[in-house]
């Protein structure tokens, strides 16, 4: 089975701007999860989509956002970038044991 | 408190020695743990399941879950230096797919 695909692999962004991660899961797999990792915060928690339904959510503002479509794919938006938006943005699949995930290569956001 | 800590290391230990990683996490009520493996610049790896106390062997690996004491732990025997990583410690949290991560602790494993 292929991977999980995440694109872009690297973006660099203005501040201000907005962006969008794609994430195509595992066949099979219906849960997708988005992680943010940064030196100082280490992994953390975005949210996880499953059947097209959100159904959990992290700690974070509203600027950031996703959606899962039909097939399982997910994006992930973040509007209004901040400078703080810089990190590694990972998207992980699951298919039924929760902590079983198997992450992407991940998208490399930096912001200016 | 944070509800999943792990010692950020680094740990260094001599190639052919056993490697002692240890994570402690808050939740009583939690029912599985994990360990990812996430070399440089890469995406974290799964490595080690664990759902019920005692050990569990895979290889050179080998996590151990205490969970009265809430806390799990990762051998590694005779370490390599391809070992030299970081190792995150997850937990679900309220049986849920949000994986909780530790820092993650360093290990570097010395020829």
């Known amino acids: 089975k292929a991977g999980v695909t995440q694109t872009p692999r690297y973006l660099i962004k203005t501040r201000g701007q907005q962006v969008t991660l794609s994430c195509s899961p595992i066949s099979g797999h219906r849960s997708v999860s988005w992680y943010q990792q940064t030196p100082g915060q280490g992994l953390q928690f975005l949210f996880e989509y499953f059947s097209e339904t959100q159904r959990n959510k992290g700690n974070f503002p509203g600027r950031f956002s996703g959606r899962q479509f039909s097939n399982s794919r997910s994006e992930m938006n973040v509007s209004t970038l901040e400078l703080g938006d810089s990190a590694l943005y990972l998207c992980?699949?699951?298919?039924?044991?929760?902590?079983?995930?198997?992450f992407g290569q991940g998208t490399r956001l930096t912001v200016v | 408190q944070k509800e999943v800590e792990q010692n950020s290391g680094p740990l260094s230990v001599p190639e052919g020695a056993i490697a002692s990683l240890n994570c402690t996490y808050s939740?009583?009520?939690?029912?599985?743990f994990f360990w990812y493996r996430q070399y440089s610049g890469k995406s974290p790896e799964l490595i080690m399941s664990i759902y019920s106390n005692g050990d569990k062997e895979d290889g050179r690996f080998t996590a151990q879950l205490n969970k009265a004491s809430q806390y799990v732990s990762l051998l590694i025997r005779d370490s390599q230096p391809s070992d030299s990583a970081t190792y995150l410690c997850a937990v679900p949290m309220d049986s849920s797919y949000k994986l909780i991560f530790g820092s993650g602790t360093r290990l570097l494993v010395r020829p």
């Open positions: 992980a699949s699951s298919e039924k044991d929760r902590g079983r995930a198997f």
């Open positions: 939740d009583r009520g939690s029912q599985s």
